[in-house]
T-cell receptor
Framework: AQTVTQSQPEMSVQEAETVTLSCTYD???????LFWYKQPPSRQMILVIR????KQQNATENRFSVNFQKAAKSFSLKISDSQLGDAAMYFC??????????????WGLGTSLAVNP | NAGVMQNPRHLVRRRGQEARLRCSPM?????VYWYRQLPEEGLKFMVY????????ESGMPKERFSAEFPKEGPSILRIQQVVRGDSAAYFC?????????????FGPGTRLTVL
């Protein structure tokens, strides 16, 4: 079974600086997808960024980028120029590429990010 | 285009009562997923449904829990004879298709408290 591990329960960053959140996963599959979701105090899950495992190029969305290391099974999220609105819980999630098992997301426990003014 | 709607946002039940959680997917979305988030934990998949069909219920407890997504109306997650351990946030997500890079859009969740 696949698992997702986020080893940092809490992180903090100064406004305008850069922070990296860690995520590792365990799988025997070669085809899969990885996601980072943000859960602000409103509790609504918001997709931040996603990555296809067969793509070597790291995904980027504005101030958010990932460092995807397939061999190491690592998928870290980098937030540049941190803003107060980035304060939230961040969840890493995995989805199988297997057609029979590709509907559900498997989640890490989350990292709580505080942004200090 | 309205997002995924869930109601109620907060639900309080006493042990032994029934809880009904509703989810209206985004317009045009026929795939619905339910997840549960226990305190201080990540989300856990419960069930995946398409209209009138349960496709994957591998994460659903075998007893007391059921889900449906009728041809008309919202998806319903039903918990019978609730116990304190059912206290959690229940999230619904929807998508226009399943799998791959397709994004699941989440509702705001229903926070269930069992007294």
């Amino acid at each position: 079974a696949q698992t997702v591990t986020q080893s940092q329960p809490e992180m903090s960053v100064q406004e305008a600086e850069t922070v990296t959140l860690s995520c590792t996963y365990d799988t025997s599959e070669s085809d899969y997808y990885l996601f980072w979701y943000k859960q602000p105090p409103s509790r609504q899950m918001i997709l931040v960024i996603r990555q296809e495992a067969y793509k070597q190029q790291n995904a980027t969305e504005n101030r958010f980028s990932v460092n995807f290391q397939k061999a190491a099974k690592s998928f870290s999220l980098k937030i540049s120029d941190s803003q107060l609105g980035d304060a939230a819980m961040y969840f890493c999630a995995y989805r199988s590429g297997d057609a029979g098992n590709n509907r559900k997301l498997i989640w890490g426990l989350g990292t709580s990010l505080a942004v200090n003014p | 285009n309205a997002g995924v709607m869930q109601n109620p946002r907060h639900l309080v039940r006493r042990r032994g009562q029934e809880a009904r959680l509703r989810c209206s997917p985004m317009k045009g979305h026929s795939h619905v997923y339910w997840y549960r988030q226990l305190p201080e934990e990540g989300l856990k998949f419960m069930v995946y449904l398409q209209k009138e069909n349960i496709i994957d219920e591998s994460g659903m407890p075998k007893e007391r829990f059921s889900a449906e997504f009728p041809k008309e109306g919202p998806s319903i997650l039903r918990i019978q004879q609730v116990v304190r351990g059912d206290s959690a946030a229940y999230f619904c997500a929807s998508s226009p298709a399943a799998g791959g890079m397709i994004e699941q859009f989440f509702g705001p969740g229903t926070r269930l408290t069992v007294l």
